[in-house]
């Protein structure tokens, strides 16, 4: 049962500390550094998940990391659409 009990905090430290950091982190203006920051708190749900079930784990970090990718990605090509210094 303790096994379980520290996964579930260090995916919740993993998501709290990684939010707090990819938003008020030091000023990166490098795109694909913010897309890595995004990536810390999605293994920390991925944590979170796995003490309930494995495949819903497997299947939300894939499903998060996926989408958050390609959003930051196309945001990052409009701003440099638009001329606007990234």
Do not use: C, K
Not at 26 to 45: F, M, S, Y
Not at 53 to 63: D, E, M, R, S, V
């Amino acid at each position: 049962m303790l096994e379980t009990q520290i996964w579930f905090y260090a995916g919740a430290a993993l998501v709290v500390i990684g939010s707090l950091a990819t938003v008020a982190g030091p000023g990166v203006r490098d795109p694909i550094v913010r897309i890595l920051n995004t990536e810390i708190p999605a293994v920390g749900v991925s944590l979170i998940f796995l003490t309930y079930n494995h495949t819903l784990a497997l299947l939300t970090f894939i499903a998060a990391t996926t989408i958050m990718t390609l959003v930051l990605l196309r945001a990052v090509i409009r701003l440099e659409e638009m001329g606007v210094e990234v």
